[in-house]
Structures are given as C-alpha cells and as structure tokens.
C-alpha cells in the first residue's frame, strides 16, 4: 500500500483550523482523520465547514477509499459533525452477480470468484440492509445536492470525486477535553449546549424533586376534594344514626 506523510490541520490563535500546504503530494493539504487520510478541497470558517475527499477516491480511479468511514464514526467523533441522514456509498462484495446492481459493479475489484458493486444511499447501510450474499468492505460519506441519486459506478465515482462536508465547533472540543458532551438543537447548527456527566445526577435529583412536588401536590388535593368530604359525610351519617338510636320509644 502507498504510504503518505501525514499531519492535522492545527488550530490557530483565532481558535479555527489554518489550512498548511506541505512538498509533494500535489501540495495538497491532507487531513488524518480516524487513521484515514483525506485531500482538504476546501474551509469555510464563516460557516464552520471542511470539505474533504478520500486521498484513494480524488483522481477517480477505481479501487477502494483509503480507510471506510460512515456517518457512525462521524457522530461519535466530537470534533466533527453532520446531519444524521447523510448519503454513503457502500462498497459490498457478493458471491454471486446481483442483476440490480449490473450497473455499478466495480470493474477493477470484481473478478470470477466474487463481483464488487458500490451502493449509493441517502442513509448508511448495515449488514442487514442488503442480500444474505454480500458482505459490506468499506462506506464513504457523500453529498449529492441534486434531486436523483447516482446509480452507475461511474456516476458514483464523479461524486465521491467531490467529497464531503463536515461542521467543526472548536468550543465542542473544548468541551469534551474538560469531560463533557456536545449536544446540537439541529443538525446545521453550530452552537450547542455542553453537558457533563454530572449532569445525569443532577437531571435525576430534579427529577426526584419533581416527583415528589406533584406528589404532595396531589396528596394535598386528595385530602381536600376527595376524603375530607368523605369524613364529614361520615360523620353525619354517624351522627344522623346516633340521633336515631336516641329517640324514646
């Protein structure tokens, strides 16, 4: 396997990456990213986006990407992220030739033994999405802008050509260095709340407070709507008999 030098992009004092150009290689920036390696094709900082392709994919030859990487990866990543519902394509190896997939067979993988297809998803595929006779090998992330998805390899292959986006927040990386967690209120945003792990005690205590306020609360109701007039209709009832039994004879 060809071996590249590698190296992250740093952070700068204004607290965003600062894209590097190194000798060879194009002088192309690369991004090592969960052991992968991928071309920096472009940064915005107004709106917090990275776009990368896969070193493997960018010229468009055929093969497989450098390392798989899904949306899973992505999301536990804490330094990165996108919107759950993101295109992948899948690369999946059969025993035998699947006639629906004809058009995206990859030629430089396939051979008499076992065929290759790339699948090209708006979601990311497990195991159990596809026949018993295929085997998942590797995924890459994509975006597709336009309404109708790719569906031949060569079309899928022009695609991941153009990589794909990832938000940053540099404050989230702070955040869980000091122990806690990112929570996004939508995908595109790029403010967030940072929670930390003491928060679950926290969130049970108030929950436990809660609890026991609409319990007292309805203790309270209980005693006044419900047996208080009980009692007092008791007791009359008591009384009116008492009176009864007194009357002589």
């Not at 896969?54 to 990543?77: F, K, M, Q, T």
Request: hydrophobic fraction near 35%.
């Amino acid at each position: 396997m060809r071996r590249y030098p590698q190296h992250r992009i740093p952070v700068s004092p204004q607290r965003r990456p600062t894209p590097l150009r190194r000798p060879g290689l194009h002088n192309r920036t690369i991004l090592n990213f969960h052991a992968g390696l991928y071309y920096v094709n472009n940064i915005s900082y107004d709106q917090h986006l990275i776009r990368l392709v896969d070193i493997n994919l960018a010229a468009g030859n055929c093969g497989l990407p450098y390392r798989s990487l899904g949306l899973e990866e992505v999301v536990g990543d804490g330094r990165y992220y996108r919107q759950y519902f993101s295109p992948h394509a899948t690369f999946v190896r059969c025993s035998k030739e699947i006639n629906s997939m004809g058009s995206s067979m990859v030629p430089c993988l396939s051979g008499n033994t076992s065929r290759v297809y790339l699948n090209y998803t708006n979601y990311m595929l497990y195991d159990s999405d596809i026949t018993s006779d295929c085997d998942i090998i590797a995924m890459v992330l994509s975006d597709h802008k336009v309404d109708q998805l790719p569906s031949s390899y060569e079309e899928i292959q022009r695609t991941l050509q153009l990589g794909f986006d990832l938000r940053w927040a540099v404050e989230c990386m702070d955040c869980r260095a000091d122990g806690g967690y990112c929570q996004f209120p939508t995908q595109e945003s790029s403010r967030f709340h940072c929670s930390k792990e003491d928060d679950y005690a926290t969130q049970l205590w108030n929950a436990i407070l809660f609890l026991a306020y609409v319990f007292v609360i309805g203790l309270i109701l209980f005693c006044r709507y419900i047996l208080a007039p009980l009692v007092i209709f008791a007791f009359l009832l008591h009384k009116c008999f008492s009176s009864r039994n007194r009357i002589p004879r």
